[in-house]
C-alpha cells in the first residue's frame, strides 16, 4: 500500500494495559481518515480544583484492555493546526492514527493528580468515544449483461445501502443522471427493454459506505460502441437519450434488480485520502526485488474514467534484497479536481517488469483533489415556538459540494451572544447536512443572537456563513399593576385658616379669604443644628483596573469561605456528545473530549 507523502502521520506508542470495566456501549463513530485529532478543553481542565498535573490518552480494542498511548500536562499538549488555513486559532490536545482500514478503537481520557491518585481508576476506565477507521472506498465492479443489461456487485462491509446508484449519460457527455426507480441491492442488475441496438449509452454504479466514501463502479457501454450518435426514435423528433424517461424506456417494459447472484469480479479494497492541493507527492514501497535488484520504477495514473497512462518514473535506483525500506517518491500535478488512481511498476535490473495495467485493473492507491470549498446558504433563522426549557428556534441552511465529498456530518452550528462570543448550539458533534435543525434556547439571559453555520469536506475545506440580522427571543411586553397607594406617602394638604369642616371630613374645605385662591405655603419647621460634621464618602479604590467601593466604617466585611478540595466525579456516560468550542474537521478537529464534571453532576 502507498502513502501520499503531504499526509501527516503520528506513530502511537503503547506503554500501559489496564483491564477496563465496561459501561453502556458508545455509539460508533465512522471516521475517514487515519487520523483524527481530540481536542481537549484547556480553560476549563486548568479551572478545576484541585487542577490535575497531567491528562492520560488511552485506546483499547472494543471489549479489549486500554493502553495508554500519551500522558501529557496541560500546557504539554499537542498543537492541532488547521491544515486547510493556518491562521485560523489552534487547538490543543492529542492526536491518533491507525496503521490498517476498519479497525475499531475506543477511546478515554483520566486525570493523574498531585497526590497520584487517578480519576477515574485505571480499573474503571470506561469508553468516551468508539471510532471506526474507513480509510477505502466501496469497490464496485460492473459488466454488460447482453446488449441492454448491466449487473454489478459492491464489495464494503460499511456499505450504506441507500446510497446505490445507478446512473447513465450519452457518450461523449460529461454530466452523470441518476437513473434509480427503487432502492437497488449491493449485488443486482437492471435491463433496458426498449433499448435499441444503435443506440448507444454509458451507464455505472455508484455506492457511498458510513464513512462518506463513493466508490463509482468501471463504465460500461450498452447498446452500440462509445461515441456513436445516439439516433432518433421512430415515432416523435425527440432524441431517446434525454434521460427524461429513464431511457425513453416505458414504464411497463422497466424493472427493478433481480437479485444477480454470480460474483465473478475480483475483490479488491483501495485506500483513499483527500487532498486540497493538486501537487502529489506519491510514496510507494517496492514489496519484492529480484535477485538483479530494481533499478528503476515507473509511476502509472489514472484519472475517473480513463485509462492507465504513465505519469513519471525515477531512474537510477540501486535497491538490493539488502535494502532496508526501500521506498521510491515520485511527483504529480493533478491538471484538475477530481478523482486519481496510482500503480507503482518496478523495473529489474534485468528489465524485466510486471504488465502494464488495463483500464479495468483497480488502482494500489487512491487520492481525490479537491480543491473547492463546499457551498453554504443560511436560508432562515425563525423563532417557532416554545420548549421545556426555553424558545425553539428553527435553523434552515443549504450545503452542497462540487465534488460530493461532503463529511458524512459536515455542519457545524454556532451562536453569536451578547457576550461576543461564539457558543456551539449541538454540542461536538458535527451534524448531518438535514437542511434543517431546532434549538431549545435553555439560557434564561440570552435575549438575541447571531447564527454562524460551517460546511466542511473531507479534503478540509470549510466554508464559514453568518447572519447579518440579530434574532431577538425577547418578544414579551414588560407589565406591572399598582398595588397600594399609602395616604402618608407625600406631602400632606395644610389645615383651613378660615372656615369650618363638617365633623368627620378631613381636607377639603373652602378655599381661606386673603390668600386669593391659592393655598398658603405649608410652614416647615427648623432643622436642629448638628455639631458634627457629616463626613466625607470614602474615595473609591481602584483594583485591578475596575472601581471597588469600599464598606461604610465600623462594618467588617465578611471573610469569603474555602471551599473544601472535591475531585471531580467519573467519566458520564456518553448518551450525546458534549459541548465544544470549534467546529470538528480533519485538519483542525476531530472529536472533542471535555473535561471531566463536578462531582456534584451526574
Same mark, same amino acid.
Given at each position: ?51 490535575? @498535573? ?28 488547521? =491544515? ?18 476498519? =479497525? ?21 476506565? *470506561? ?8 480509510? @477505502?472506498?466501496?469497490?464496485?465492479? !460492473? ?38 426507480? !427503487? ?64 431511457? /425513453?424506456?416505458? %414504464? ?6 433481480? /437479485? ?14 483527500? #487532498?486540497?492541493?493538486? %501537487? ?42 539488502? @535494502?532496508?525500506?526501500? *521506498? ?40 481525490? #483533489? ?6 453554504? !446558504?443560511? %436560508? ?16 434552515? +441552511? ?9 463529511? !458524512? ?29 431546532? +434549538? ?29 440580522? +440579530? ?32 365633623? /368627620? ?9 386673603? @390668600? ?26 481602584? *483594583? ?40 470538528? %474537521? ?17
Amino acid at each position: 500500500m502507498r502513502r501520499i507523502a503531504a499526509i501527516p502521520i503520528l506513530t502511537c506508542f503503547a506503554a500501559l494495559a489496564a483491564g477496563p470495566v465496561r459501561a453502556a456501549e458508545p455509539t460508533t463513530e465512522y471516521w475517514p481518515l487515519a487520523k483524527i485529532h481530540f481536542p481537549m478543553k484547556v480553560a476549563a481542565i486548568n479551572a478545576l480544583n484541585p487542577k490535575p @498535573t497531567h491528562v492520560l490518552f488511552y485506546s483499547a480494542p472494543v471489549d479489549g484492555k486500554f493502553e495508554l498511548i500519551s500522558r501529557l500536562k496541560p500546557e504539554d499538549f499537542e498543537k492541532i493546526v488547521d =491544515v486547510n488555513d493556518a491562521s485560523l486559532p489552534p487547538k490543543y490536545g492529542f492526536s491518533y492514527t491507525v496503521d490498517r482500514d476498519r =479497525v475499531v478503537k475506543d477511546f478515554a481520557v483520566q486525570y493523574e493528580y498531585a497526590d497520584k491518585t487517578f480519576n477515574p481508576p485505571t480499573n474503571r476506565l *470506561t469508553p468516551q468515544y468508539r471510532v471506526k477507521f474507513v480509510t @477505502t472506498i466501496p469497490y464496485v465492479r !460492473a459488466k454488460a449483461v447482453g446488449a441492454s443489461g448491466v449487473s454489478w456487485t459492491i464489495d464494503d462491509e460499511d456499505l450504506d445501502p441507500k446510497t446505490i446508484r445507478l446512473e447513465g449519460r450519452t457518450p461523449g457527455k460529461t454530466n452523470w443522471q441518476v437513473l434509480n426507480i !427503487a432502492d437497488l441491492r449491493e449485488k443486482d442488475s437492471y435491463t433496458w427493454r426498449g433499448l435499441q441496438p444503435d443506440e448507444a449509452m454509458e451507464v455505472r454504479v455508484t455506492a457511498k459506505n458510513k464513512a462518506g466514501h463513493k466508490g463509482p463502479s468501471n463504465v460500461v457501454v450498452l447498446g452500440g460502441k462509445a461515441g456513436d450518435e445516439p439516433k432518433l426514435p421512430r415515432d416523435d423528433k425527440k432524441p431517446r437519450l434525454g434521460f427524461d424517461d429513464d431511457f /425513453g424506456t416505458p %414504464k411497463k417494459d422497466r424493472r427493478t434488480g433481480t /437479485g444477480f447472484g454470480g460474483d465473478d469480479f475480483p475483490s479488491s479494497k483501495t485506500r483513499i485520502e483527500y #487532498v486540497n492541493t493538486n %501537487k502529489l507527492k506519491v510514496s510507494s514501497k517496492i514489496t519484492h526485488i529480484t535477485r538483479s535488484g530494481v533499478k528503476a520504477a515507473q509511476l502509472f495514473v489514472q484519472s475517473e474514467g480513463g485509462d492507465w497512462k504513465p505519469a513519471g518514473m525515477q531512474e537510477n535506483l540501486a535497491f538490493t534484497s539488502d @535494502t532496508k525500506d526501500p *521506498t521510491v517518491e515520485i511527483g504529480y500535478e493533478a491538471p484538475r479536481d477530481g478523482l486519481y488512481g496510482f500503480i507503482i511498476q518496478p523495473i529489474s535490473g534485468a528489465g524485466t517488469k510486471s504488465d502494464d495495467p488495463r483500464t479495468n485493473d483497480p488502482a494500489q492507491f487512491l487520492v481525490f #483533489v479537491d480543491t473547492a470549498a463546499p457551498e453554504l !446558504a443560511i %436560508k432562515g433563522v425563525r423563532v417557532s415556538g416554545s420548549g421545556l426549557d426555553g424558545p425553539l428556534i428553527e435553523i434552515e +441552511w443549504n450545503a452542497t459540494d462540487k465534488s460530493d465529498n461532503l463529511l !458524512a456530518e459536515p455542519i457545524t452550528l454556532e451562536y453569536l451572544g451578547t457576550d461576543g462570543k461564539y457558543h456551539p448550539i449541538h454540542g461536538s458533534k458535527m451534524i448531518a447536512n438535514s437542511g434543517k435543525y431546532t +434549538w431549545e434556547i435553555a439560557d434564561k439571559t440570552l435575549w438575541k443572537f447571531k447564527i454562524r453555520a460551517t460546511a466542511t469536506d473531507k479534503a478540509g475545506n470549510s466554508t464559514l456563513k453568518e447572519t447579518a440580522d +440579530w434574532t431577538l427571543v425577547d418578544l414579551e411586553k414588560p407589565s406591572g399593576t399598582v398595588e397600594k397607594v399609602d395616604k402618608n406617602g407625600g406631602p400632606s394638604i395644610p389645615k383651613q385658616v378660615l372656615g369650618e369642616r363638617p365633623a /368627620g371630613v378631613e381636607g377639603g374645605g373652602v378655599t381661606p379669604i386673603g @390668600t386669593g385662591g391659592r393655598l398658603p405655603a405649608p410652614t416647615l419647621p427648623p432643622k436642629p443644628e448638628s455639631k458634627e460634621k457629616d463626613p466625607a464618602p470614602p474615595k473609591a479604590i481602584k *483594583t485591578s483596573g475596575e472601581i471597588e467601593a469600599p464598606a461604610p466604617p465600623g462594618v467588617e466585611l465578611p471573610k469569603l469561605q474555602t471551599p473544601p478540595e472535591t475531585k471531580p466525579e467519573l467519566l458520564p456516560k456518553l448518551a450525546s456528545m458534549p459541548p465544544a468550542t470549534e467546529p470538528a %474537521k480533519p485538519g483542525n478537529g476531530g472529536l472533542e473530549i471535555p473535561p471531566l464534571p463536578p462531582i456534584d453532576k451526574k
